[in-house]
């Protein structure tokens, strides 16, 4: 599937990226991290490099993605991003809701009714009070 195409590998820092890059083709002998720099949260490959496959083809090999940055979104704008609340928001009793602490939250009433995943209600709980957070060092 590689031979002749164009590829780019990404995922998380330390997962053995580069590792499997050099096992498909021995010639690119990119560098690869210890584990004590995966614990560290350091990144071996720095920058993005395309490189020539032996059998044909090139292949981009990326540092891995350690965090998401959410700089540019409001807290109030995270909702519009869960596509499986959008519909539902409307239902809340406040229409400014943010549906972490309110009464009569339509999203957490739909995560009690297995409507909408927990995994996916955490992670919108998560990004929110990350958001929140940087609002407050942005605005104080
Ligand atoms: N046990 C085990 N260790 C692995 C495996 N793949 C990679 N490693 C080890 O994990 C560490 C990191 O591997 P890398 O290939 O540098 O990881 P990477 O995804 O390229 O990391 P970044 O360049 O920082 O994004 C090295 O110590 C590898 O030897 C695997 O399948 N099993
Ligand atoms: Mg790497
Ligand atoms: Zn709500």
Redesign the pocket.
């Known amino acids: 599937m590689l031979r002749n195409q164009l590829s780019v590998l990404v995922g998380p820092s330390g997962v053995g990226k580069s590792s499997l890059l050099n096992k498909l083709d021995a010639n690119l002998q990119l560098k690869v991290g210890t584990l004590s720099d995966v614990e560290r949260g350091r990144h071996t490959t720095t920058t993005a490099a395309l490189v020539k496959w032996a059998f044909g083809g090139h292949i981009v090999d990326t540092p891995g993605m350690r965090q998401f940055d959410i700089a540019e979104m409001e807290s109030d704008e995270l909702e519009a991003y869960f596509k499986e609340f959008r519909d539902r ?1 409307r ?4 229409p400014d ?3 972490i602490h ?1 009464v ?5 009433a739909a995560v009690e009714a297995d409507e909408i995943f927990v995994e996916r209600y955490e992670s919108y709980v998560k990004i929110f009070e990350e958001c929140k957070e940087k609002e407050r060092t942005r605005y104080s």
């Open positions: 928001v239902g809340c009793r406040f809701c943010t549906h309110e009569g939250c339509a999203i957490r």
